[in-house]
């Protein structure tokens, strides 16, 4: 048994072990997470090997986050230019990369070794990102009207301290933009993905995720959060081209295509393959 890293709850039961992964169930809130013993979660060489792959594909996080810029004003109804922004969790700096083109005041933090090597030799972001976690010393009296969040949450063992802390660095009408993968279904998706060899030996989910969220225990987390919701919004993988690429490495296939306009046409898209979104409030 072990605590809930959602609502604090200690009844928890073993949901699904595979190879060296363990994941445990909520009975309170429903919330699948890794076990902290889970011995997959130490296998750091496992981990950069996973991080190591996505470096390739810098001009599709580039147009991904194209997208994600523009879907950020669509949902939130302001304008990404001349805000001050703070991204945790940067990663490549694909989307820094963007904002600061934008004429924003960008700074992030990035906590991983494999993409801090690659942002100390980025020009541009090299002294915008702190390379930690993130550490309210650092950003003494930030005021911020953006904080960004993308695939971050669901890393973190104590994910509402951070929201916690990040209050004191928001503007009055300052939002945070949150986005997780919907791991929705994860019964057929874990299995295909263990099918597959995905995350190189093949697990059920990304051996460095912490909390699997589905559209219910993300609602629910966002709740809980201490905030306002301002949106909650269910976003497509398979029907958008830019995220596919990205899986195909630049060439998808025909088949996956023809699939993609299917499930896009019947919404299934939004049921099998998403990330969802959370903006908060003061
Ligand atoms: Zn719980």
Redesign the pocket.
């Known amino acids: 048994m072990t605590k809930?890293?959602?609502?604090?709850?200690f009844k928890?039961k073993i949901y699904w072990k595979h190879k060296d992964m363990i994941i445990d169930k909520?009975?309170?809130?429903?919330?699948l997470f890794q076990d902290p013993k889970s011995p997959v979660l130490n296998d750091n060489e496992l981990i950069t090997q996973i991080y190591e792959q996505y470096k390739e594909s810098f001009e599709n996080h580039i147009s991904i986050n194209i997208s994600r810029i523009e879907k950020i004003e669509k949902i939130t109804g302001i304008k990404v230019k001349n805000l001050k922004i703070l991204e945790i969790g940067c990663g490549n700096g694909a989307l820094g990369s963007i904002l600061i083109d934008k004429k924003n005041d960008y700074w992030a933090f990035e906590a991983y070794p494999v993409f801090q090597k690659e942002l100390a030799r980025n020009k541009k972001l090299s002294d915008k990102v702190f390379f930690s976690q993130f550490d309210p010393q650092k950003i003494k009296g930030g005021n911020f009207d953006l904080i960004i969040a993308n695939d971050v949450i669901e890393h973190l063992l104590a994910p509402l301290t951070l929201l916690k802390q990040l209050r004191d660095f928001m503007k009055e009408k300052g939002l945070i933009w949150i986005e997780v993968p919907d791991e929705s279904y994860i019964e057929i998706k874990g299995l295909i993905r263990i099918i597959t060899k995905m995350y190189v030996k093949g697990y059920p989910t990304n051996p460095d995720h912490k909390i699997l969220f589905d559209k219910k225990?993300f609602l629910n987390f966002l709740k809980i959060s201490g905030y306002k919701i301002k949106n909650y919004e269910i976003d497509s993988v398979w029907g958008d081209k830019e995220k596919l690429s990205v899986v195909f490495n630049g060439k998808i296939p025909f088949y996956v295509k023809t699939i993609s306009e299917i499930l896009k046409i019947t919404s299934l898209d939004k049921i099998i393959g998403a990330s969802i979104i959370g903006v908060l409030e003061k």
Do not use: R, V
């Not at 809930?4 to 709850?9: A, D, E, N």
């Not at 909520?26 to 919330?31: E, K, L, V, Y």
């Open positions: 809930c890293p959602i609502c604090g709850f928890t909520c009975d309170g809130c429903q919330t225990t």
